[in-house]
């Protein structure tokens, strides 16, 4: 099966992602929009060049707050939804967990409440038209701090909306330790949110084991490098915590990985770890879920029978009710045949 032949057969099967970052998800029209709308001007070529020009984690970073930096008001927001209905359509993806980020827009003075308020009104936008499910996760964010955190948790909590159903730990790994925001993964649990940790992308195996000790987190994001410790994969493999894999962008950040092909996914999945498949940031690494899944196939030997097992784990590992779940395995099932 050829590239093509494949995208257009598993675009039909239904699919859900647990990785997958709203700001990032904006496509290069969404960002000339917000650009001109911020500066009444277009953006440049070199501009846009100089936006993507970054060769590890925390480059990646200063580049994702520069796109945060070109909003205006919280009405931009309306922007990035469309662009994020338009990926999950062109992806075949029929239920989403994507994180959002407020620390930034906070700072910008926008209000919280505004913010979900946007948020709530597109999600329902989506839902009406596509039939697509998308929830939300706060990304209360390690760079900022243990207080900022906190912060953000208790804005969270003080303004509920009943899209956003827990919260992430995400920014650079190296500058924020799982362990300082354990008071503020206590006290999402205690409160019965759901909540996930970015672990082991750039920083080694301690920090997922972190993740795990110290925030009890329900899935780890990325997690690529308990490839180093034999225990820790042998942990991950008896307890089922689920692992969210995102091939292209952990072989940008070339800290486990250089090549799509070397990837740890394929050790995990046969170590039986439960893996699922996203994407982490797609206009930054400029892929696609399908795209992620085509690597999969091609260039990690994963057979068909086996794209359909992450196609489940997808579905299985999300935040989904029984029922909910119970559906999606069907319909994936039928639409396989």
Known sequence: MNKAEFKDFLKAIPKAELHLHLEAVISMAGIEKLYKNKFAKAMTQDEQDALFDYDDLNGFIQSFLKVQGMYSSVEDFRIVFDDLEKYLVDNGIC??????????????????????????EKVREIKEKTGITVRLLMDVSR??????????????????????????????????????????????????????????????????????DCLHAQRIGHGITAVQDEELMDALSTSGLPVEICITSNTFTKKIVQEAKDHPVRKFFDRGIQVSIST???????????????????????????????VKNSF????????????ALKSVDEAWK
């Open 143 to 212: 760079t900022f701090g243990c207080e900022n955190a906190m912060s953000n948790y208790n804005l969270l909590k003080t303004h509920p909306c009943e899209d956003v159903i827990g919260i992430g730990l995400g920014g650079a790994e190296s500058k924020g330790p799982a362990r300082d925001f354990e008071a503020v993964y206590a006290q999402a649990l205690k409160d019965g949110f759901k909540a996930v940790a970015h672990a082991g992308e750039d920083v080694g195996p301690q920090s997922i084991r972190e993740a795990i």
């Open 95 to 120: 239920y989403a967990e994507v994180f959002f980020a407020p620390t930034a827009f906070l700072k910008m003075g926008f209000k919280y409440e505004d913010m979900v308020s946007v948020f709530h």
């Open 316 to 327: 299985r590992h999300s935040f989904m009710n029984d029922e909910e779940k119970k559906a």
């Open 280 to 310: 982490d940031d797609p206009v930054f690494f400029k892929t696609t879920l399908l795209d992620e899944f085509w690597l999969c196939y091609h260039d990690l030997n994963f057979t068909l029978d086996e794209i359909k097992e992450l």
